[in-house]
């Protein structure tokens, strides 16, 4: 089983920067791929980014350019640096791992004012 722990979320200023981490455990080697999702209140879980085990990425279109997703293979370690945010990107953010299944981090809030 996999076990993930998000952190780093909280308040921004529009305009301004976030990280976000994600540390996994458990049987790592059994990852396909890793990803960030985000759900605004009253919508839909929606992803923001995904990163393959060979490194291949793919973002939303709302947020390329602003968002990178990346990981620290020796550390177990999935990021998300938030550039130019914006008010539209507050939500609930959810670290999420593809084994046989879907697992899925606790989530952090990211809270943009404008």
């Known amino acids: 089983q996999v076990h993930l722990v998000e952190s780093g979320g909280g308040l921004g200023q529009a305009g301004g920067s976030l990280r976000l981490s994600c540390a996994a455990s458990?049987?790592?080697?059994?990852?396909?791929?890793m990803g960030w999702y985000r759900q605004a209140p009253g919508k839909q879980r929606e992803l923001v980014a995904s990163?393959?085990?060979?490194?291949?990425?793919n973002y939303a279109n709302s947020v390329k350019d602003r968002f990178t997703i990346s990981r620290d293979n020796a550390k177990n370690t999935l990021y998300l640096q938030m550039n130019d945010l914006q008010p539209e990107d507050t939500a609930v953010y959810y670290c999420n791992a593809v084994t046989s299944m879907f697992i899925w981090g606790q989530g952090t809030q990211v809270t943009v004012s404008s």
């Open positions: 990163i393959t085990r060979g490194g291949s990425t």
């Open positions: 458990g049987i790592i080697f059994s990852i396909h791929g």
